[in-house]
């Protein structure tokens, strides 16, 4: 299904519009949810690697073990930068697991953990205007590959207010809109079971047309679609919010 999704993928985008040959290797960018992760999910095996929730740790399933991670709560601007400590595997449709301390510490509401997600290269350290340095990590600092943790001011906890938010999911970018249509009319025909009201074509300020699916008032309806879509074969879903 996946190599079929890749197919008609590039026979659309061979429609469109001439791009240019030349390429910059990008870092890894992410938005969505974070997995909080709890002392049972091991157990379990929601998740393959065990973490200890009182240490301020990252896990990715894409990532590799050591990469230079910021993690932003864009409700408050509040981040941390950590390398991932374990590649680990977790229920597909969160970006990245965290554990409780890093929540704690992000001041994130774990009813809706949205998080924005940067590797980082070349420095070896990223220093906020006001930082600190925490004594958890430094207790595993010979036995797990976690270093230069920095903060953006989280000690003074302040009370943040929470509205509700609306979410939507872009399935892809197109430069024309004849091919954000055929990819619209394909789902369409193929997974009747999503709610094909939501589903838009927009243009953004880039003058691409992005095919959108929302919004949605809950995580668990949004959950839903995202992972029909990723069974699909979508690789690259983004999740946006709605102010």
Do not use: W
């Not at 993928?9 to 974070?34: E, M, R, V």
């Not at 919004?215 to 983004?238: A, H, Q, R, V």
Request: hydrophobic residues 35%; contains cysteine; glycine residues 2%.
């Amino acid at each position: 299904m996946k190599y079929k999704l890749i197919l008609i993928l590039f026979l659309i985008s061979s429609c469109a519009a001439q791009q240019s040959k030349n390429y910059d290797i990008k870092t890894y960018s992410s938005k969505g949810f974070a997995y909080v992760y709890d002392e049972s999910d091991y157990i379990k095996k929601i998740t393959s690697k065990k973490f200890n929730n009182e240490l301020l740790s990252l896990g990715s399933s894409d990532l590799r073990t050591g990469t230079l991670v910021r993690v932003t709560n864009p409700e408050n601007k509040k981040f941390i930068t950590l390398k991932i400590l374990k590649k680990t595997k977790y229920p597909e449709f969160y970006k990245i697991l965290i554990t409780k301390a890093v929540a704690d510490k992000l001041i994130l509401n774990t009813n809706d953990p949205l998080v924005d997600i940067e590797e980082l290269k070349k420095n070896k350290s990223f220093t906020a205007a006001k930082s600190e340095t925490f004594k958890e990590e430094q207790k595993i600092h010979n036995k797990a590959p976690v270093t230069n943790v920095t903060v953006n001011n989280i000690s003074k906890n302040k009370f943040i207010k929470v509205n509700s938010k609306k979410y939507s999911i872009i399935v892809a970018s197109f430069y024309n809109n004849n091919s954000a249509l055929i990819l619209k009319n394909k789902i369409k025909s193929e997974l009747t079971y999503l709610d094909f009201k939501k589903m838009l074509i927009k243009t953004n300020k880039k003058n691409t047309y992005q095919l959108i699916l929302g919004p949605y008032n809950t995580i668990n309806l949004l959950k839903n679609d995202y992972i029909s879509l990723k069974d699909y074969g979508f690789e690259e879903l983004e999740i946006k919010i709605h102010d």
